[in-house]
């Protein structure tokens, strides 16, 4: 498309003097955005001017046209535009190939320049700072983002998570009342030393995240409150059932497990050089074990409390085993029958599990009925964590009877209780009092959790108290995922953090 301008005169940039006195004629090329579906070329033909004012420092000047040209550039406003959103929401390979769909064709490094080259949006007065970690590459390297919580918007991006770099940056930006934060140490020490006056809020869901934590290392110190108790003494027809001995140290097909032997060699060689006297570095360096590996050997009062997972690991069979013992009990004894019998039911297993695991049967009529494999921890944590009005008749009644057989886990679940009554109604007051019936309880683990709390007792109180809240910081760490994933990881700390604070 060929152009030229109409105006009758031109402004100077420098002293804005308007001036007729045409100098020379020049065209300029210009690329816009697409028309129907195909790259325009704009041919402008622009004049330059002699300034007419005598001070001014630029004798000669080109004329520009509003909203159409600017110096030196080669695109228009709009199609600047345009590939600059492109660029914020797409970065740079995904960016050029959108960009050749709607007709500007560009490539990925001029769409990769124009967004290093975006100015950092305005922070403003920044009253409730919202902090959190984000990971530049997992259990690597870590960076802190900054969100306003009025805004819900991130504020800017920090190269590394120390007490320092929130500081430094706290220090100058002094308008920040509120500071919302996690648990972590490092960003209680520089709020505390880069806002002093600021009030520093513990976010609920990282305590409720805590608590449960603590709650389902408790339930798994109490594992074998989950299982059913033993009452059946009789199988469906009446009989004396027999028992059977089942060692532990098999799998379902009746080998000896790997990591049993393992763990029970490494426990013993552990505690032969612990009862020398040799320390956990050394240890460590003697039997090339990470130092906590070497530690929760160590520390172990027995083997059996190191094979406990591992033995009581929930495998496919378990739902059916109740089955396969009925059946048996029935006089089937086919391995064959039984394998097509529970696959029928959903069982993916395979053929081999069956006969592994009925193997210790043979020799036997009439055996003790197989309870229901016991919920897992982790469903039993749930549980208690949810409200007893939300929970499923049957959930409930099955965790009354767990709580109702362990009175440990009975004590903490209603400490967890007590906790979600006093985060929900905002009864920060009463915080003392559960740290201290806590630290009092069967729990150890809650006892832990609870002196916790109390090292950082303001903010926990704070969180308890006010209505702030870090959620909208998680969204932005979500986001900051996406985008990074979006990129295949491979973005610069520049790149990245440009596209953040731009992204909308």
């Not at 045409?22 to 300029?28: D, F, L, N, T």
């Not at 991006?157 to 500071?179: E, F, M, N, S, Y």
């Not at 520093?200 to 798994?220: I, M, P, S, Y």
């Not at 003697?286 to 009581?312: D, H, I, W």
Request: charged share 25%.
């Amino acid at each position: 498309m060929a152009a030229r301008t109409s105006a009758a005169e031109g402004s100077c940039p420098e002293c804005g003097l308007s001036s007729a006195q045409v100098h020379s004629r020049y065209r300029r090329t210009l690329r816009d955005l697409a028309a129907c579906g195909r790259p325009l070329m704009i041919e402008l033909e622009v004049r330059r001017f002699f300034c007419g004012e005598p001070g001014c420092e630029r004798e000669i000047f080109a004329e520009q046209v509003d909203g159409l040209t600017q110096r030196h550039a080669r695109r228009t406003g709009a199609l600047r535009d345009l590939l600059t959103s492109v660029a914020i929401a797409l970065a740079g390979r995904a960016g050029a190939r959108m960009a050749a769909m709607i007709g500007v064709p560009v490539s990925r490094s001029t769409l990769l320049r124009m967004l290093r080259a975006l100015p950092d949006p305005e922070v403003g007065q920044v009253t409730v700072l919202g902090v959190d970690d984000w990971a530049r590459r997992r259990g690597n390297s870590y960076g802190t983002v900054l969100v306003n919580m009025d805004t819900h918007r991130p504020v800017d991006l920090l190269d590394g998570r120390t007490a320092g770099d929130l500081a430094a940056w706290l220090k100058d930006h002094p308008w920040v009342q509120v500071i919302c934060r996690d648990r972590a140490g490092s960003y209680a020490d520089g709020a505390r030393e880069g806002a002093p006056a600021a009030i520093q809020v513990a976010d609920r869901f990282h305590l409720w995240q805590n608590l449960a934590q603590a709650l389902e290392k408790t339930v798994r110190a109490h594992r074998s409150c989950l299982h059913e108790p033993d009452t059946a003494v009789e199988d469906e027809t009446g009989g004396e059932v027999e028992p059977v001995q089942r060692p532990q140290t098999l799998d379902s097909y009746g080998n000896e497990r790997p990591m049993v032997a393992r763990t029970q060699d490494l426990y013993a060689r552990v505690q032969a050089l612990r009862n020398t006297g040799a320390s956990l570095n050394a240890i460590s360096r003697e039997l090339g074990l990470a130092f906590r590996t070497a530690r929760k050997y160590a520390s172990a009062s027995s083997v059996e409390e190191l094979l406990a997972p591992t033995l009581g690991r929930a495998s496919q069979l378990d739902e059916f085993k109740p089955h396969l013992t009925r059946r048996w009990n029935q006089g089937c004894t086919n391995a064959v029958q039984l394998h097509a019998e529970i696959k029928a039911q959903g069982f993916t297993g395979s053929r081999r599990a069956v006969q592994g695991w009925l193997k210790p049967l043979r020799g036997h009529q009439h055996v003790r009925q197989e309870p229901c494999p016991p919920p897992k921890p982790r469903r039993v944590t749930r549980w208690i964590m949810t409200h007893p009005d939300r929970l499923h008749p049957d959930d409930k009644a099955r965790l009354e009877q767990i709580l109702a057989r362990c009175r440990e886990l009975a004590d903490a679940a209603a400490h967890v209780r007590g906790f979600a009554t006093m985060m929900t109604n905002r009864d920060g007051h009463l915080l003392d009092d559960w740290i201290t019936a806590a630290e009092a309880g069967e729990s150890p683990q809650l006892a832990a959790f609870a002196t916790g709390l109390r090292r950082d007792h303001a903010a926990v109180q704070a969180g308890l108290t006010l209505p702030h809240s870090s959620g909208a910081v998680e969204g932005i760490v979500n986001k900051i995922r996406f985008l990074k994933r979006q990129m295949f990881g491979r973005a610069n700390f520049d790149l990245l953090r440009a596209r953040v604070l731009h992204y909308s």
